[in-house]
């Protein structure tokens, strides 16, 4: 992302904030439960723009 932004990390458990490094690299850690997490990110820019990804992490104990 961009460097000044403001990062809002929200799981279905938990809502963090991360301000970026001069790099654009931000790195959070959250707790998942097992099965399907659905894990949303919101940058919100200098400029007050708004963007966000949602993913779908799936947390396992099966061996593979």
């Given amino acids: 992302t961009i460097p000044g932004s403001t990062v809002i ?5 938990d809502e963090q904030v991360a301000a970026p490094a001069e790099n654009g690299n931000f790195s959070l850690t959250t707790t998942i439960s097992e099965g399907a997490n659905i894990i949303e990110v919101i940058s919100i820019l200098p ?6 990804v949602i993913r779908t992490v799936t947390y396992s104990t099966e061996s593979f």
């Fill in 9 to 13: 990390v929200s799981s279905e458990t």
């Fill in 47 to 52: 400029s007050g723009e708004e963007r966000k």
